[in-house]
């Protein structure tokens, strides 16, 4: 049985002529999250949190800020908070509105961990061997680091799962973790021939999936690369976001052309199509017999139009930490009842509650 967690299960009744008006398609569910990690760069927004925002009014959605998951590597415990409510301010400014999402702090909600741990115990080691974020991020110190980062894709299943998600919207780096996912909820649900929990599926738009670094185009743009040039933050002023881009990596030739064997080019025409909404032909055309200098000056123009009214809303958001807070603590108690209900299904199941004596 599938949990129905929407608000709009019972059909209303119309007081005037007493008929049953049909209930309206209960929304999917949509569920992502952002670590608390560093600065939230590009890729974060045009990979990920800018299409929660554009999709938003059609879901039944849950934002999550992953504290959980930022300890998975050392970090100041005060930058894990105040990383946190800014991180939070962000997902407001960048146009998340609370009356069609919950959001909340992954900590909060005291379930996320005690599935995690149950769901560690469903989860092959060959599976998580797998995992190629764990591989990168451990850079081959695998008997010095913690447990905590090889078990982080299950933590990011229990998130899923928790919720009865549908889709999660998330960039391209996230796509085995989200296989991962529906291995584990498959299994779980196979092995007690029941649906416990609804298969998710990822939603990776094509463009904007994968933002490179701006000095190395080969690799993805990262918060924890060390080098600041590597990505635009959100939060980067005008004179910043200009240096940066006249600093980007492209190469020697002229033409300003999509192009698989040109990475830096055409990273920045990949971050100008996402921004602006043309096709590669437009754009190309658009700065067809014109030079680098006019293409960055173009994008420039392009990020600070995006970032400005973005970072304004942040700063008002950020200087009022009480509404902040209780914004999130709202979002932590709306969302717990839903989180309990599964993780009670589960506990069900696996026979941790009392076991059902009508033999069913
Ligand atoms: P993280 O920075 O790992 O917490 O990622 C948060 C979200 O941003 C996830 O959905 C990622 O897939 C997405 N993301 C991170 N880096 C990039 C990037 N360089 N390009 C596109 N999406 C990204
Ligand atoms: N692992 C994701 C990342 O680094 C963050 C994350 C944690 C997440 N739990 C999640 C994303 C659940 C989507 C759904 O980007």
Same mark, same amino acid.
Not at 18 to 35: C, E, L
Not at 83 to 106: E, I, M, P, S, W
Not at 226 to 233: K, V
């Given at each position: ?13 119309? +007081? ?7 209930? %309206? #398609? +209960? ?7 952002? #670590? ?5 760069? @590009? ?40 990383? /946190?409510?800014? *991180?939070?301010?962000?997902?407001? +400014?960048?146009?998340? &509105? /609370?009356?069609?999402?919950? @959001? ?21 080691? $060959? ?21 905590? *980062? ?8 229990? =998130? !899923? ?10 960039? =391209? ?6 296989? *991962? ?9 196979? /092995? ?24 190395? %185009? ?16 959100? *939060? &980067? &002023? %005008?004179?910043?976001?200009? #240096?940066?881009? +006249? ?28 921004? /602006? ?5 437009? !754009?190309?055309?658009?700065?067809? $017999?014109?030079?680098? $200098? =006019? ?24 200087? =009022? ?5 209780? !914004? @999130?603590?709202?979002?932590? &108690?709306?969302?717990? %009842? !839903?989180?309990?209900?599964? @993780? ?12 059902? #004596?009508?033999?069913?």
């Amino acid at each position: 049985m599938l949990i129905e967690t929407n608000n709009e299960e019972k059909p209303a009744v119309s +007081a005037k002529a007493n008929t049953v008006v049909p209930k %309206p #398609q +209960a929304k999917k569910r949509v569920f992502s999250g952002v #670590q608390p990690t560093g600065n939230i760069h @590009l890729g974060n927004y045009l990979g990920a949190i800018r299409n929660w925002v554009n999709a938003q009014a059609e879901f039944d959605n849950i934002f999550c800020i992953v504290d959980l998951h930022a300890i998975t590597l050392p970090i100041d415990p005060k930058e894990l908070h105040t990383n /946190t409510r800014k *991180l939070a301010a962000l997902y407001l +400014a960048c146009g998340l &509105d /609370t009356h069609y999402c919950k @959001l909340f702090v992954q900590s909060h909600v005291h379930q996320h961990a005690e599935m995690s741990w149950i769901l560690n115990c469903f989860t092959p080691m $060959g599976w998580l061997n797998r995992m190629t974020q764990f591989k990168s991020k451990a850079e081959s110190d695998l008997d010095s680091v913690d447990t905590g *980062l090889y078990c982080y894709p299950v933590l990011m299943a229990c =998130d !899923i799962l928790l919720y009865q998600t549908h889709y999660v919207p998330v960039g =391209d780096d996230q796509r085995q973790h989200l296989e *991962l996912t529906r291995d584990i909820a498959q299994r779980f649900n196979s /092995t007690y021939k029941q649906n416990v929990f609804t298969i998710p599926e990822a939603q990776i738009r094509e463009m904007g999936a994968r933002i490179m670094s701006l000095d190395d %185009p080969t690799k993805k743009m990262s918060k924890s690369e060390s080098n600041p040039n590597s990505r635009i933050s959100l *939060l &980067d &002023d %005008p004179k910043t976001i200009k #240096q940066k881009v +006249a600093r980007a990596t492209t190469d020697s030739q002229r033409l300003i052309a999509f192009d698989p064997e040109r990475p830096g080019i055409t990273n920045l025409l990949t971050i100008y199509q996402t921004l /602006t909404r043309q096709s590669q032909q437009e !754009i190309e055309q658009e700065f067809a $017999g014109k030079g680098y $200098g =006019d293409f960055k000056a173009a994008l420039t123009e392009r990020l600070v139009e995006a970032l400005t009214p973005i970072q304004q809303r942040y700063n008002e958001l950020i200087s =009022d930490l009480p509404t902040l807070e209780s !914004i @999130l603590k709202q979002g932590a &108690d709306e969302v717990r %009842p !839903i989180a309990e209900a599964t @993780l009670q299904q589960v506990k069900q199941v696996i026979g941790l509650l009392q076991y059902p #004596q009508n033999g069913s």
